[in-house]
């Protein structure tokens, strides 16, 4: 029996996949313009697979892709009469490849009908997220994502439609070039108003990357401190004059030179989980390599258990040959250091990792401390960095007072 969502919040940050259309779409699976989601009928293959590579690089969840897989938005291109079938091969898809490793979030988005002036207008929205839910709920989807609401109303009615599964409900606004909804409502009255309607994890995703939406979820937090927090950004760097990308006249062709560093997406995961953000995940543009680092950072990928013996004096790889460090090579959470006592506090202030994330990390033995010579030695090489025969170990790049240390 797998542990639902709400409770693996509970224990801790739960790590989400990555963005599914673009990455379709490069792969020439999906139209871009409409970007509809029918290779879920049409190349269910290719659509496993992308599943199978974010399970792979450590997602926990598995969204199906039933973005835009709503009976408007197909009869954009003539897909209105297969609704019940693409929801039902897009959950069934997702929950072949989650099996008992993932949950299943089943997906809604926004519509593009809703109108705030418009009681026919939201009806219509009802009926169309209800027809899409009843599909992927007889499928067995474990929660509800929905998502990319530049409206605060429509994401409220995704919330009102949701909630009446009975299963538990994500809702994430997104906000467009201005810093709020297109209502005008600021990222805490998002959160506090959908945290009112009943949805049990709110935030933001899409549109934006990490250094232009953090900010809005740190007031998120503060204005919601009780309810679970989300975080969906995008990979690509925006400006900040224009930081959704889809206004971007790089939008769709030329995003490429603009997608983010598996670094910069891991370093994202590190700030949004010290911000308090509960569930980390990404959207457009974020592939299996940036998961993989988020994973990474956040102590979720299994240890590398392959041998590798490097020799710099004998390079046999470009790494020994042009002797890269192995610390500034590898990701941000492999670390080898020298320190005076305490030194699981040295490791969380040159770090910037948490101390319960090093103490877990020492428990665990991913990182020995040893005494050499009367000086405790924190090793961290077995979170997948190798050891440098020339510079055993890092020093330790300044004394601190030891009135700021504490013991663990
Ligand atoms: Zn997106």
Excluded at 21 to 38: I, S
Excluded at 147 to 161: D, H, K, N, Q, Y
Excluded at 327 to 353: D, E, G, K
Excluded at 384 to 398: D, E, T, Y
Aim: with cysteine; hydrophobic share 40%; proline share 7%.
């Amino acid at each position: 029996m797998k542990k639902g969502i709400l409770q693996k919040l509970k224990e801790g940050p739960v790590l989400g996949d990555g963005g599914y259309l673009l990455e379709l779409e490069k792969r020439g699976w999906v139209r871009a313009g409409p970007f509809t989601p029918e290779v879920a009928l049409t190349n269910p293959e290719a659509l496993r697979q992308l599943h199978i590579e974010f399970r792979e690089a450590g997602a926990e969840v598995l969204q199906a892709l039933t973005f835009y897989a709503s009976r408007d938005k197909l009869a954009t291109v003539g897909l209105q009469d297969r609704l019940e079938d693409l929801n039902r091969a897009a959950v069934r898809v997702a929950k072949d490849v989650a099996g008992e490793r993932c949950l299943v979030a089943g997906n809604l988005s926004l519509t593009w009908m809703y109108d705030p002036d418009s009681n026919a207008a939201k009806g219509r929205v009802r009926a169309t997220f209800d027809e899409q839910l009843e599909v992927q709920v007889a499928e067995g989807a474990d929660f509800i994502i929905g998502e990319t609401f530049s409206w605060l109303g429509e994401a409220l009615l995704a919330v009102e439609r949701a909630k009446k599964t009975a299963l538990p409900v994500m809702v994430t606004i997104c906000f467009e070039n201005q810093n709020s909804t297109t209502e005008g409502k600021s990222a805490a009255e998002a959160a506090k108003a959908l945290v009112d309607a009943g949805a049990d994890i709110v935030g933001m995703n899409c549109l934006r990357p990490p250094e232009h939406m953090l900010a809005h979820l740190e007031e998120m937090r503060k204005a919601v401190p009780d309810a679970f927090l989300a975080a969906q950004p995008v990979a690509y760097r925006t400006p900040a004059e224009k930081p959704d990308f889809t206004s971007l006249p790089q939008f769709p062709f030329e995003l490429d030179p603009l997608q983010l560093s598996r670094k910069e997406m891991a370093r994202y995961a590190q700030q949004a989980r010290d911000i308090g953000v509960d569930y980390i995940g990404a959207c457009c543009g974020s592939v299996a390599a940036h998961i993989r680092e988020m994973a990474r950072v956040l102590g979720k990928l299994p240890d590398e258990q392959r041998p590798w013996t490097l020799n710099y004096e004998k390079p046999m790889s470009a790494y020994e040959y042009y002797d890269h460090d192995p610390v500034q090579a590898s990701s941000p959470n492999v670390i080898r250091m020298s320190a005076r006592p305490f030194a699981s506090f040295y490791l969380v202030s040159w770090t910037h990792l948490d101390k319960s994330c090093i103490n877990q990390w020492i428990r665990e033995k991913k990182i020995i401390l040893e005494s050499q010579e009367g000086v405790l030695t924190g090793r961290v090489d077995h979170l997948g960095g190798v050891p440098h025969p020339r510079s055993p170990h890092r020093a330790w790049p300044g004394p601190v007072p030891f009135s700021q240390t504490s013991p663990n």
